[in-house]
C-alpha cells in the first residue's frame, strides 16, 4: 500500500512534463495575513511511496480550520509515478502539487489531513495569525 514521504507548504510549487518539482518558499508552518475573510492561497506539495506494483495513489486532503463552525475543504487526486515498470528494483515514488485555497476567518491552528485509501497518512499542522495591516 502506499504512503505519504512527505508534504510541505509552498507560496508556489508544480511538477513539470519531465517530472521536475520546483518549490518556491517552501517548507513553512506558519503564516501572516492582513485581514479575516479572504482566501489563503498555497500550493501543497507530497510525494508518496508506492508499494510492489503500484503506478499511482488515490489520496484525498481535507483542510481543517478552526473556529465554530469548523471550515472544512476537501480535495481527492491521483498522484501518478513517472517510473511505470512495475519491477523497477528502484523506489518508486509518485509527486503532486494541489493548488489550495482556504478562508482565513480566525487566528489559529489550521491542518491539513491527508488520506490514501480513506486512511488518515499524515497531518501537516500550521498556524495562521492575523495581522493589522498598516497604511503607506
Do not use: C, K, W
Not at 24 to 34: I, K, L, S, Y
Not at 41 to 46: A, E, G, S, T, W
Not at 47 to 75: A, K, M, Y
Request: charged share 15%; hydrophobic share 45%; proline share 4%.
Amino acid at each position: 500500500m502506499a504512503g505519504l514521504d512527505f508534504a510541505m507548504l509552498a507560496e508556489f510549487a508544480r511538477v513539470d512534463s519531465g517530472g521536475l518539482l520546483t518549490v518556491v518558499g517552501g517548507g513553512f508552518d506558519r503564516m501572516e495575513v492582513r485581514s479575516s475573510g479572504l482566501v489563503q492561497q498555497v500550493h501543497l506539495v507530497m510525494r508518496f511511496n508506492l508499494g510492489d506494483g503500484e503506478t499511482s495513489v488515490g489520496f484525498g486532503v481535507r483542510v481543517l480550520t478552526p473556529g465554530d463552525p469548523v471550515f472544512q475543504v476537501e480535495v481527492s487526486g491521483l498522484a501518478v509515478t513517472d517510473n511505470r515498470e512495475a519491477d523497477a528494483p528502484v523506489a518508486r515514488h509518485a509527486v503532486t502539487v494541489i493548488p489550495l485555497g482556504f478562508p482565513v476567518a480566525v487566528s489559529g491552528s489550521y491542518a491539513l489531513e491527508i488520506q490514501v485509501d480513506g486512511q488518515v497518512v499524515g497531518s501537516l499542522p500550521f498556524e495562521v495569525r492575523i495581522v493589522a495591516g498598516t497604511a503607506s
